[in-house]
């Protein structure tokens, strides 16, 4: 038979990677991993490294991530997991090694990525930096606004996949309108459950005067249809 072409996956590889990356994408993280596990020679597939690494920046396992990004590093060095990296450095104090990354993402000007840029600043030291805007927002984002203590930018559920809106939907980072409406779209995506979604609604704090005002408007549509 002629030879595989450099590179190229086996077929059962191949087939569950791209299974796992799916069942990721809409919010099964628990099912993607336990599929990307059960593959042996994952260690050599850059996606199911990927499905991986997102699965513990998901689940919050910080020591479990940064491990992945660390091994991962030397055999998938693209953007993701240049910035994973990054990132752990930081939190592990070596500040000197994660700005060297950054100003060689930068001067390779591979990927541009303000919201990653910004809040690496805040967890290096540069507090008057303001991250307003976090577009195609990625577990790893979430995990970096709660380390920085910051709150979830409105644009960030807005494309969001349900994986990302559950974690939103789940953290305390963000406004409540913004924690609701991403707990709706990840329990009609099937990412959260309908009692986690009522959990989120019942967590919602509402103000004497809010709910007098509720009481007085339906009120007014009730007498309004006699």
């Not at 600043?121 to 380390?147: C, F, I, N, W, Y």
């Not at 644009?155 to 349900?162: E, I, L, Q």
């Amino acid at each position: 038979p002629p030879a595989a072409s450099a590179g190229a996956l086996p077929d059962a590889r191949s087939f569950v990677a791209q299974r796992a990356e799916k069942l990721l994408a809409l919010g099964d993280v628990a099912g993607a991993a336990s599929l990307a596990r059960l593959v042996p020679t994952r260690g050599d597939d850059a996606t199911l490294g990927r499905v991986l690494l997102d699965a513990a920046w998901f689940t919050g396992d910080e020591a479990e991530a940064c491990g992945l990004a660390f091994e991962q590093i030397a055999r998938f060095d693209d953007a993701y997991r240049q910035k994973s990296l990054i990132y752990c450095q930081a939190g592990r104090g070596e500040k000197e090694r994660a700005q060297l990354g950054l100003r060689m993402m930068r001067e390779q000007a591979a990927d541009e990525d303000a919201g990653f840029a910004k809040l690496m600043a805040l967890l290096l030291g540069e507090s008057r930096v303001a991250l307003d805007s976090l577009k195609q927002a990625t577990p790893l984002h979430v995990v970096m606004t709660r380390a920085a203590r910051q709150q979830v930018p409105a644009d960030a559920a807005a494309g969001a996949t349900p994986a990302v809106l559950a974690m939103i939907a789940g953290g305390t980072n963000a406004s409540v309108d913004i924690r609701l409406g991403a707990a709706e779209r990840a329990e009609a995506a099937g990412a959260i459950a309908t009692a986690a979604l009522a959990q989120a609604y019942d967590a919602v704090a509402v103000r004497p005067d809010d709910l007098a005002r509720a009481i007085d408007i339906a009120g007014q549509i009730g007498r309004a249809h006699v």
